[in-house]
């Protein structure tokens, strides 16, 4: 092969790798947006909740560490429909772990444990973080 073909393709082969690595790249990043998009969603849900004397406060377990447990607990009431919700958490917690499994996430593998306490405060359910 003459020198000339041969830098031409380098430079093909150069190109083709680049650009399949800048679709890979796109990919993970629009699926990474999605998962927050998701995030976003039910954290807004959650915080749409309110609290009196008729509702029941819960917490539940969001996402999934790529090590395993859950990335955090969020905290509301039966105010809000609860069955959309904790789908909408369930389906989250997938996705993630999914996105963890095909991109080889890595995370800390500190465990996160559910709530000591939820109170109602100013009609929103709080996390009482400093149990005495």
Known sequence: MNRPN??????????TLFTS???K?????????????????IKDIAE??????????????VGAKACGGPTSYLVYSTS?????????????NEK???YNNKWGAI????????PK???CENGKPKIITNLK
């Open 117 to 119: 306490s939820i109170v």
């Open 80 to 92: 809000i429909n609860v069955t959309e919700f904790e789908t909408l958490v369930l389906q989250y």
């Open 25 to 41: 790249e796109d990919k993970q990043n629009k699926e990474r947006e999605e998962l927050e998009q998701l995030y976003n969603q």
């Open 6 to 15: 041969l830098f031409f393709y380098s430079v093909i082969l150069c190109a």
């Open 48 to 61: 749409s909740s309110t609290c009196g004397q008729n509702q029941e406060l819960k917490h539940i377990a």
């Open 96 to 98: 993630q772990k999914n």
């Open 107 to 114: 995370s800390d593998c500190t465990i996160v444990g559910p």
């Open 21 to 23: 690595s800048c679709k």
